[in-house]
């Protein structure tokens, strides 16, 4: 009853910018957020954040991501900064329901490729 759908990978130099975008539509959500997994790694957090703002990220990008969102469009954004080859991955988008007979269950993005490269 929820779709995520990333928007906004891409190739990109060390150094440069990028800002991802997922949009929910279906049923309302909660707290969003992004993950991404690299070949060969685990997926780990990226950042999330509330419907009221509060935020978390994680250790290997605070200091260079922010994520937002816009409730009533019910979009989280990451605005990436100062990228590294290390941060290279599938970016997945991450809602928890909030609507009736959804709450608390959690929704996946399909990714999007994010390529940091010289």
């Known amino acids: 009853q929820v779709q995520l759908v990333e928007s906004g990978g891409g190739l990109v130099q060390p150094g440069g910018s990028l800002r991802l975008s997922c949009k929910a539509s279906g049923s309302d959500v909660g707290t969003m957020g992004w993950y991404r997994q690299a070949p060969g790694k685990r997926r780990e957090l990226v950042a999330i954040v509330t419907r009221i703002g509060s935020t978390n990220y994680g250790d290997s990008v605070k200091g260079r991501f922010i994520v937002s969102r816009d409730n009533a469009e019910n979009t989280v954004y990451l605005q990436m900064n100062s990228l590294k080859p290390e941060d290279t991955a599938v970016y997945y988008c991450?809602?928890?329901?909030?609507?009736?007979?959804?709450?608390?269950?959690?929704?996946w993005g399909l990714g999007t490729q994010v390529t940091v490269s010289s």
């Open positions: 991450n809602a928890i329901g909030e609507a009736p007979g959804l709450r608390g269950y959690l929704f």
